[in-house]
């Protein structure tokens, strides 16, 4: 007697349910004339999106400071907190309104995945500025993972799509005293 074969079972935790809050994916004060869209999908070593991926960006202010506002999940009065969360739909899209930091031109990021025991840090840079250590670290072809794409059009906006695995796959960080 043969079984049919059963579906797998996918390893948890599944952000979409608890995590994601209203306008997490709005850092930017709503109205203000600097916004910038920041949009991609996460992708996983095959190229197939990844669904229920939860993205958390930090950065600085346009004026370079680094305190936010009280609060991170704040958003009344058009304060800027420094601080987004942004989940992925079905098809691995997100997208983030921000504003452009000032001092260093990129935006920390913390992915988690459903299956991924560990958080992803990265970086979604604007520019390469001169004399940046992490940069000037990584070959020329591995520093062009962490660049966002800046799109044609009316509208300011960037594109970076979060490759987990493969040939093309994002640098990702790691924190923390170095292992043996």
Known sequence: MTLPATPAQTIGPFHGTALPFPGGADLAPAGHPQTVTVHGRVLDGDGAPVPDALLEFWQAAPDGSLTGAPGSLRRDGGVFTGFARVPTGGD???????????????????????GLVRHLFTRVYFRFPEGDPLLAALPPDRRATLLA??????????RFDVRLRGTAETVFLRFGPARP
């Open 149 to 158: 794409a800046p799109e044609p059009g009316p509208h300011r906006s960037y």
């Open 92 to 114: 691995g899209r997100y997208a983030l309104r921000t504003l452009v930091p000032g001092g260093a031109p990129y935006l920390a990021l913390c992915l988690m995945v459903p």
